[in-house]
């Protein structure tokens, strides 16, 4: 068998949009934290990230402008490499402080939270379990 033969004769996802019920990358109209539209209909969100409200919060959207304005739409890379700006160290600066702890890191995702503490607490023979 063909490596990517299997790629080819997958028909499943194609079945579920065409018969309506495919649940993923589905377009929102408007997204105002607990509550979205998709296809015209005012829905309750239970799958969202924005758990603390933060996304729709005014001072929030201020902010965001402000750094719009400053930085532009985006850094210049990672973190890691070349994309770290003051506002980052500035907001790992004011956390330590706020928890009484010598410094911070901010993760931009959970994902990476996830991967870059237990990678940092755990080696070789270890087990994990989340």
Known sequence: MDIFEKCFNFTAAKQAIKEGYYP???PLTENE???????GHRLLMCGSNNYLGL??????????????????????GSRFLNGTLEMHEQLEHELAAWVGMEAALVFSTGMQANLGTVSALVGRGDYVIL
């Open 33 to 39: 934290g607990t509550e979205v539209v998709y296809r």
């Open 24 to 26: 993923y990358f589905i």
């Open 55 to 76: 996304t729709t919060h005014p001072q929030v959207r201020e902010a965001a402008c402000r750094a719009v304005e400053r930085y532009g739409t985006s850094c210049t």
